[in-house]
């Protein structure tokens, strides 16, 4: 466990992150994004740097088969616990496999998937054109590639709305950031994420936003109550819609990009 770079943060990761109102939104954005691109049940779904399943459980539970390849021992067990709470059919669908994304093609022994999905993964990495290939490698031809990562055209919001205006001003120029966990982060655009696909066989369909006013509320100090159902739909539905419309999309922190690779 002494090289699992997520064995202190996995608590702090699902337990806090993804059950605030923030991290459902997260959820429920992009599987709608998801869900507009995506082939029809029971197709196979590859989920690399798929932590504790957020993202591919619910993808099962609507009929997909799907892998997560994850890295951290720390992010499986919580993966296996998550698991545990799913009904017996969807449980069946999904398979944990310990892995580095950066290696997936080699760890799955060269299978190819309808959709492969990397959600908050490239901000940890160097540069993203090692995994990026491997994403692209691991598709079928006519497969979805699914990639969420940090918006360097938005570096400044959070630091604006903390209210930190010296950090704010050096972030318009700025690649790095240490996030909300407390781990440095990086943030690329649309367009070289974009430029990396295509030159992999791949081509982008259409990219989104994934939070916006969640985000500044959150970082301007507003408390949001998980437990209040209804205005947590209502929240997110508007997170929805600023997801896929200019100029909102362009201030989200991050962006999600779907492509398609093409045949051969």
Partial sequence: MGD?????LADLFVDEAYASVKGRVRTYVMHQQ????????????LDVGGGAGHQSFPLAQAGYQVTLLDPSPAMLDKAR??????????????TLLQGDGENAAEAL???????????GVLGYL?????????????????????IMTG????????PAMEQ????????FDARTEIGVLGVSGRADTVEEISELLLSRGVEPLHWYGVWLFVDWLEFGGAVLDVSD????????????EAARRDPYRQLSRVFHLVGRKGPG
């Fill in 151 to 158: 918006n360097a055209k938005a570096a400044a919001v959070r």
């Fill in 229 to 240: 159902a209804e205005r947590v739909a209502a929240t997110a539905a508007v997170e929805l």
């Fill in 81 to 94: 616990q998550r698991l545990q709470r799913l009904p017996d059919e969807a449980r069946g669908r999904v």
């Fill in 164 to 171: 930190r205006w010296e950090d704010a001003l050096a972030a």
């Fill in 34 to 45: 998801l869900l507009e691109h995506l082939p029809p049940p029971p197709a196979t779904v």
């Fill in 126 to 146: 160097d540069r993203p054109e090692p995994m990026v290939d491997q994403l692209c490698r691991c598709a079928a031809d006519g497969g979805l590639v699914s």
């Fill in 109 to 119: 022994h060269g299978r190819q998937f309808d959709a492969v999905l990397c959600h």
């Fill in 4 to 8: 699992d770079t997520w064995a202190g």
